[in-house]
Antibody, heavy 119, light 110 residues
Framework: EVQLVESGGGLVQPGGSLRLSCAAS????????MNWVRQAPGKGLEWVSY????????HYADSVKGRFTISRDYAKNALYLEMNSLRVEDTALYYC????????????WGQGTLVTVSS | QSALTQPASVSGSPGQSITISCTGT?????????VSWYQQHPGKAPKLMIY???NRPSGVSNRFSGSKSGNTASLTISGLQAEDEADYYC??????????FGGGTRLTVV
């Protein structure tokens, strides 16, 4: 069974940093591109970042470019999101999501980890 | 990148059909077939319902169908059931190699 489990969320002050993790299982992690998507409380979905299966290609939403960094560890079957210079508007539930093989659609999602940026 | 445009809400009665529209631009919906639809029940993670405009993942009911014309994609749900009541989001790949979501549509089955 394909499973994605996020962790690392919590309460952080504006300007602070946080590192999110996503543990993947049930599929060949190295064959799939991965993404982070967030959802502010009571709001819609916002795509955050993408990393290719090889890690050679990374893309970011304009709202996080220069502050967030996506990476992956093939030995640990893990996806990461390093978040720096956090802002109040980064408060959201962060989902890890897998792309459909060979496509740009999100076919598997974790349950999310909550990031709260507040003083 | 501006969000795709969806109606805020739609409603229908059990057994009826409804269609949710998703309007983008020639830089996203109009130029790529990487359009997908997601269903989200309260407190749950989104679930992929349609990908690549009109393909259904294994396990998704054939009551769900997708299409695209120009810069507008559509999700049609036929034979509405109470369990279809949820939020629905469209998404597209963009010319900037990013993704963009719609603002979401709340479906009410009355």
């Amino acid at each position: 069974e394909v499973q994605l489990v996020e962790s690392g969320g919590g309460l952080v002050q504006p300007g602070g940093s946080l590192r999110l993790s996503c543990a993947a299982s049930g599929f060949t992690f190295s064959s799939y591109s991965m993404n982070w998507v967030r959802q502010a409380p009571g709001k819609g979905l916002e795509w955050v970042s993408y990393i290719s299966s090889s890690s050679r290609t990374k893309h970011y939403a304009d709202s996080v470019k220069g502050r967030f960094t996506i990476s992956r560890d093939y030995a640990k079957n893990a996806l990461y999101l390093e978040m720096n210079s956090l802002r109040v508007e980064d408060t959201a539930l962060y989902y890890c999501a897998r792309d459909v093989f060979g496509s740009y659609n999100l076919d598997c999602w974790g349950q999310g980890t909550l990031v709260t940026v507040s003083s | 990148q501006s969000a795709l445009t969806q109606p805020a809400s739609v409603s229908g009665s059990p057994g009826q059909s409804i269609t949710i529209s998703c309007t983008g631009t020639s830089s996203d919906v109009g130029d790529y077939n990487y359009v997908s639809w997601y269903q989200q029940h309260p407190g749950k993670a989104p679930k992929l319902m349609i990908y690549d405009v009109s393909n259904r993942p294994s396990g998704v009911s054939n009551r769900f169908s997708g299409s695209k014309s120009g810069n507008t994609a559509s999700l049609t749900i036929s034979g509405l059931q109470a369990e279809d009541e949820a939020d629905y989001y469209c998404s597209s790949y963009t010319s900037s190699s990013t993704r963009v979501f719609g603002g979401g549509t709340r479906l009410t089955v009355v």
